[in-house]
């Protein structure tokens, strides 16, 4: 089953009146989509996270992967992975972009050999069908004044969600009022996670834990830059709230410094950026040596949402799945099918070979690549 193509393309939209967010306000949506081919006629995909230059990843896929894994079997994929790192990971290669560019490429191989072997995903990694708990996550549930946020709540805890993720790093008294609001009215039966997107320090984090604490949630996810472990560490160790992280954390090798280190409770590695599924497995079973939680950060598309879905079913400490509930998402609505659907609050994967998800190449023309970052 040898590979004989492997082809990343750069796909954008753009976005209008987007919730603001920690991480700026949303202009566009990029994904990078791999296909891997082989011999034998099938095909893989998978995602690789744009890093708000999502051509530029494209390329590191198609100039400097592609030709380390031409030729290479589609079932190898541990000696895939060990061998792009120690050709393009371990020294003078393009940094962390190179990890979002090879999490495509390994997802893609996942699906291929699924297909090749007639198994889903989770099969192929130990697991079974389940279904898991899902929370209102992605692009929603913003800087809204807090009347207006309570509505969007409320929508989705129509739809059947038990759990919603509010984004904070707006400032300290306005994120508190956002997040008191929705528990007075929501009361205590829905569980409330929040995302600072990394954009406390220290003393805004301490701040604001009295009114987090007292609000029950449920988690508290990236407060500070991916750098600051040191204070990770400290906040995590002083307050009844878990930390959760590793979003922004690549390889079980950071993962490792996480958890060995007491900053986060609850590892959030993202398929699409850590490594892709093989590597995020991994930081799942180094996590449940440490017993803490998994609950993998979810991508815009339905590749990612797949990835995400088939560890989940494949790990001891599965602890919930990221819905991407945007209002509008053509990755995850036009491009991919055959994703997750909500039922009583759970999701669980199809039975189909692979990541059971199908890609309608016929869209790339309508979604050419926009080159820069989608944030302002």
Request: charged fraction near 20%; glycine fraction near 10%.
């Amino acid at each position: 089953m040898k590979i004989t193509e492997v082809k990343a393309v750069a796909l954008s939209f753009r976005l209008e009146n987007a919730p603001r967010r920690g991480s700026g306000q949303p202009v566009k949506k990029d994904m990078v989509v791999v296909r891997v081919r082989t011999e034998d006629g099938i095909v893989g995909y998978g995602e690789s996270h744009h890093a708000l230059a999502p051509t530029v990843v494209a390329d590191i896929v198609n100039q400097n992967l592609a030709p380390i894994v031409v030729g290479e079997s589609a079932l190898a994929v541990e000696d895939i992975w060990q061998k792009i790192y120690q050709k393009q990971g371990q020294t003078h290669g393009p940094g962390w972009a190179l990890y979002k560019a090879m999490s495509g490429v390994d997802i893609a191989l996942w699906d291929a050999r699924g297909k090749a072997l007639q198994q889903p995903v989770y099969r192929l990694l130990g697991g079974s069908r389940k279904k898991v708990r899902a929370y209102a996550g992605g692009v929603c549930l913003g800087y809204q004044p807090p009347p207006q946020l309570l509505v969007e709540a409320q929508g989705f805890v129509a739809q059947g969600y038990t759990a919603l993720k509010l984004r904070l790093g707006d400032s300290v008294e306005r994120d508190i009022e956002r997040v008191r609001h929705i528990r007075k009215h929501l009361g205590d039966s829905i569980d409330i996670m929040v995302d600072v997107n990394t954009r406390y320090n220290y003393l805004d984090c301490q701040r604001a834990l009295a009114a987090l604490e007292d609000c029950r949630v449920f988690w508290l996810e990236e407060p500070f830059t991916p750098d600051n472990i040191n204070d990770y560490a400290k906040i995590n160790a002083s307050t009844r709230i878990p930390l959760a992280g590793g979003e922004n954390h690549f390889t079980r090798y950071q993962a490792r410094q996480l958890l060995e280190t007491g900053a986060v409770d609850i590892i959030q590695p993202d398929p699409c950026k850590s490594g892709g599924i093989t590597e995020c497995k991994k930081i799942a079973d180094l996590a449940s040596a440490y017993r803490r939680g998994f609950a993998p950060h979810t991508g815009m598309s339905g590749i990612d949402g797949a990835a995400c879905l088939h560890l989940l079913c494949a790990t001891s400490n599965a602890l919930v799945y990221e819905a991407d509930c945007a209002a509008f998402n053509p990755f995850r609505d036009q491009l991919v099918s055959g994703g997750p659907i909500l039922v009583d609050g759970h999701v669980e994967p199809n039975d189909r070979p692979g990541l059971g998800v199908e890609v309608d190449e016929s869209l790339f023309a309508s979604m050419p690549a926009i080159a820069g970052p989608c944030y302002i």
